[in-house]
């Protein structure tokens, strides 16, 4: 139940306040130390798997890969408003191999569903 409890903490608390302060996920993102980057990625990939009951595709990779990924996706201007949930799952295709041309279609519907979806401050 601790574990719970600090998985709900670690990835509402977070959440909320980018939502609150109306900055992108991306501008959200770099702002954020390191130490807090990989933090966050730990809690989130721990409550996936609790979600799901088993490993997800988050498991097969570790925090600082995922991390130096969405720092890369995040690093594009274009993907700034594309949400973390999606932006982690694009990483860790990206980082299990999943062909460019997949890769492409998916990151072009990615953008286009996010045109609008936030202002960046």
Known sequence: ????LLFVLAIVIPVSASASSGKAPGTWWKEKSEI??????NGY???ARHQAGHDTPLSKFGAKELTDGLNNFYSDF???NISF???VFYV???LAGVP???LNAEILKL???AVGAGSDE
């Open 85 to 87: 949930n999606e932006a």
């Open 92 to 94: 860790a295709d990206q």
């Open 45 to 47: 990939k721990a409550g």
């Open 1 to 4: 139940m601790k574990k719970l």
């Open 100 to 102: 460019d041309e997949k």
């Open 111 to 113: 953008r286009a569903a």
């Open 78 to 80: 274009r993907n700034r």
């Open 36 to 41: 807090s980057r990989e933090s966050y990625v």
